[in-house]
Structures are given as structure tokens and as C-alpha cells.
């Protein structure tokens, strides 16, 4: 059986692939500053996921154990570890 590789969508994507599926009212649409705020949030969310994981890759570089990175997040290390072991 053949398995797929998924890629992870940003989250502007996958918005707009679904929003390719939905076609709304024209009686409703509404202008793109309609949606500005969560557009920009996406974006910022994106590049927070992106910086924390730069840290935590330096961090484990520099000799941080997991269980200081977890407790930094109040996760358990396992859940770091998982997350991000194969990023290291």
C-alpha cells in the first residue's frame, strides 16, 4: 500500500483552500479589510511557530535538555521531544 507524504499547510493556505470550496452570498461579501486582523494574526502566528522552533533547535545545538525546553513551555518533554527531535 502506497502511503502519501503530507506537507504541512501554512495556515493562509489551508484558509484558502477551504474558502475555494465555499462560495458565499454576493448579497454578504464582504471586502478583504473584512478579514484583515485574522489574516494578519495567520501570519504572525506562522512566523512565531517558525522563530520558537529556530530557539529550540539552537537551544538543543547549545546542549539544552529537553526537560528545561518543556518546562520553558509547560509541556512535558516528551511532547518537545516529539515535536521537534527531528528538526535537530
Keep these: 500500500m502506497a502511503t502519501k507524504s503530507h506537507k504541512k499547510l501554512s495556515v493562509e493556505d489551508a484558509v484558502q483552500r477551504f474558502e475555494e470550496g465555499i462560495e458565499p452570498d454576493p448579497a454578504t461579501r464582504r471586502g478583504p ?42 509541556v512535558t518533554p516528551q511532547a518537545v521531544s516529539q515535536k521537534y527531535r527531528d528538526r535537530v
Design 33 to 74: 479589510e473584512a478579514t484583515a486582523d485574522i489574516r494578519a494574526a495567520a501570519k504572525m502566528l506562522d512566523y512565531a511557530e517558525s522563530l520558537l522552533e529556530e530557539n529550540i533547535v539552537d537551544a538543543r545545538r547549545r546542549g539544552v535538555t529537553w526537560l528545561e525546553i518543556a518546562l520553558a513551555l509547560g
